[in-house]
Nanobody, 127 residues
């Protein structure tokens, strides 16, 4: 059974940084692309960032480009989301997800392609 466990969320002031982690167990890590999504109160869940199986390709939402960095460590079966220059509008529950059905860059934002999801971690950015 595949499990994704996020950690690293918390409360931070605007301009600060956090690093989220997503630890995976149950299947071979390298067979899945990894993505991060977020859901703010009263809003739909939205794509944040994704990384390919190999780690060579990444994709970001326009709202986080230049501030967030996604990475993965196969040795630890963990994906990361480094978030810098945080803004109050980044406040949300952040979810990591794993997909075996991403074949082009256009697939990264498509939630339906992700097979497994974590429980989410809260990120709150105060102004």
């Amino acid at each position: 059974q595949v499990q994704l466990v996020e950690s690293g969320g918390g409360l931070v002031q605007a301009g600060g940084s956090l690093r989220l982690s997503c630890a995976r167990s149950g299947v071979t890590f390298d067979t899945y692309a990894m993505g991060w999504f977020r859901q703010a109160p009263g809003k739909e869940r939205e794509f944040v960032a994704a990384i390919s199986r190999s780690g060579r390709d990444t994709s970001y939402a326009d709202s986080v480009k230049g501030r967030f960095t996604i990475s993965r460590d196969p040795a630890k079966s963990t994906a990361y989301l480094a978030m810098n220059s945080l803004k109050p509008e980044d406040t949300a529950v952040y979810y990591c997800a794993a997909s075996a059905r991403i074949f082009t860059t256009t697939h990264y934002p498509q939630e339906i392609r992700y097979d497994y999801w974590g429980q989410g971690t809260q990120v709150t950015v105060s102004s």
